[in-house]
Structures are given as C-alpha cells and as structure tokens.
C-alpha cells in the first residue's frame, strides 16, 4: 500500500520558517515525481514546488527565492523548507507523488500552515 505520510506544519508569525516532510512508501519514491501543493480556503489547490527523481526542481513564482524543495532518497523522504512566510502562505499542504509510467497521483492527508501577521 502507498502511503505519504506528512508532519511539520503549523502556526508562525509572518517572517518566519518551517519545514515539512513527506515520508513515502520505497516503492514509488524512486520512481515518482515529489511535489508540494496548496489549498486555501476558498481556493483552487496549486502547485508550490516540486522535484523530479532525477533532482530537478520547479516553484511557482510566489514562492521563488523563499521555499525549497529537496529530496532524500536515502530515507524516501521529501522536505519543503519555507523561508520568509507570508500570511498568504496560509493553507493546507499536501505532498503528491506523481508516477508517470502509471499517470496517477497519490497525495497525503494534508498539514495545516498558518502564517499570522
């Protein structure tokens, strides 16, 4: 069974930081897409970032120079580290693994972030 487990949200003051993990089952994390998307209330979810198995990255321009993405293949472990957070940044975070050769999505359960100005 695939499963994305995620931790590391919750409440900070605008200027601040957090950094969220999303643990994977072995069997699609080598093989998957990672990636970070956003849902806030009232809104579409929408990409933040994400990274291919091979290590590329992209980031929607709202958090350009402020999130980063990485991955650790070691621990079949994917981050998101958020620097500079805004009140806007408010919202539920939800990892996805995308497997190409299967185009299907697995997502985790979701991590409250609140930004508080």
């Known amino acids: 069974q695939v499963q994305l487990v995620e931790s590391g949200g919750g409440l900070v003051q605008a200027g601040g930081s957090l950094r969220l993990s999303c643990a994977a089952s072995?069997?699609?994390?080598?093989?998957?897409?990672m990636g970070w998307y956003r849902q806030a209330p009232g809104k579409q979810r929408e990409l933040v970032a994400a990274?291919?198995?091979?290590?590329?990255?992209n980031y929607a321009d709202f958090v350009k120079g402020r999130f980063t993405i990485s991955r650790d293949n070691a621990k079949n472990t994917v981050y998101l580290q958020m620097n500079s957070l805004k009140p806007e940044d408010t919202a539920v975070y939800y990892c996805?693994?995308?497997?190409?050769?299967?185009?299907?999505?697995?997502w985790g359960q979701g991590t409250q972030v609140t930004v508080s100005s």
């Open positions: 996805n693994a995308h497997v190409g050769i299967m185009d299907y999505d697995y």
């Open positions: 072995r069997s699609i994390f080598r093989i998957a897409a």
């Open positions: 990274t291919t198995s091979g290590g590329s990255t």
